[in-house]
């Protein structure tokens, strides 16, 4: 089997402990040689000083290429292109682009009056600068504001025009389920490369709750086969399927996997090694 390119996707910490957390994950997956690893935007803009932060920290003191995210919410276009400029000081040079979920106690993204209207605009303006590696996301099943998939590739296709390089799915349990994505955006002609998000599952409830809010179908075959598992089962399960999803993948074609670690680093530590992704040396030595 292929041994498959892997990057991680990290979250802010809000306190001192996540903190540890995060650098303590950050030590543990750097040796793997990550293409990139990026760092989560808080719903509404709430960890939007905390993100840079994080970020500026992992290029600077692991060697990391780091991908920031930014979203569109409660932010005009100056504020919003500020944070990219600022962003570009630093050294950090690829930028996740997304719409972004609606505010707290809000039911649905509704733009600055000021701000850019959705994540095509955002693309569009960060491309015209000229320095940006670009990634967006993408929904192999329908995202909660879409009416069905046909619309989310239509919308892919818009942001791959307008300057996204690359696209990084929502989390889903069938290989399947990606594949059939890959092929309707094949047919759309999207040139953008589609990497497939990965969710470990460091808990099957807090999974499924993930998978309720952001529309991932879960398939009646995991729902028994944790169920059955118990708690004491449910962590070799959990690498068990993992596993075996990234494998079904990299049989079919896929050459880059994007894992969203929740800043727990030993099941991806279990997975990547299954994989033949092993550390590459010591960390660099940076300042």
Same mark, same amino acid.
């Given at each position: 089997m292929t041994t498959p390119a892997v990057s991680f996707e990290f979250f802010p910490p809000r306190n001192l402990d996540q903190s540890f957390r995060l650098w303590d994950t950050a030590r543990a997956l750097a040796p793997l040689g990550p293409d990139f690893?990026?760092? /989560?935007?808080?719903?509404?803009?709430? /960890?939007?000083?905390?993100t840079h932060e994080a970020v500026t920290a992992l290029a600077s003191h692991y060697g990391l290429?780091?991908?920031?995210?930014?979203?569109?919410?409660d932010a005009t276009r100056e504020e919003t292109l500020q944070i990219v400029a600022d962003y570009a000081a630093a050294g950090v040079h690829e930028i996740v682009a997304l719409r972004g979920d609606a505010p707290q106690g809000q039911d649905r993204f509704t733009a600055h009056p000021d701000g850019f209207a959705n994540s095509v605009e955002l693309i569009e303006a960060i491309a015209a600068r000229g320095d940006m590696k670009i990634r967006c996301g993408a929904y192999p099943e329908p995202h909660p504001d879409s009416p069905d998939t046909a619309a989310d590739v239509a919308w892919l296709k818009r942001k791959s025009d307008a300057g996204a390089t690359s696209a990084i799915t929502q989390f889903f349990f069938d290989?399947? /389920?990606?594949?059939?994505?890959?092929?309707?955006?094949?047919?759309a002609g999207i040139t953008a490369a589609i990497l497939p998000g990965i969710l470990p599952i460091q808990s099957w409830a807090g999974a499924r709750r993930f998978a309720e809010r952001c529309g991932t179908s879960v398939p009646a075959w995991a729902e028994e086969a944790f169920a059955q598992a118990g708690k004491e089962g449910e962590a070799r399960l959990a690498q068990e399927v993992c596993v075996k999803?990234?494998?079904?993948?990299?049989?079919?074609?896929?050459?880059?996997?994007?894992?969203?670690?929740?800043?727990?680093?030993?099941?991806?530590?279990?997975?990547?090694?299954?994989?033949?992704?092993?550390?590459k040396g010591a960390l660099p030595n940076v300042a």
């Open positions: 690893v990026s760092v /989560t935007y808080g719903a509404g803009g709430t /960890t939007r000083q905390l290429n780091v991908a920031a995210h930014l979203t569109c919410v290989a399947d /389920t990606f594949f059939r994505f890959r092929d309707q955006c094949e047919k999803l990234c494998e079904q993948l990299v049989a079919g074609g896929v050459d880059r996997l994007h894992f969203y670690t929740l800043n727990k680093p030993d099941l991806v530590l279990k997975v990547c090694a299954a994989l033949g992704v092993t550390p």
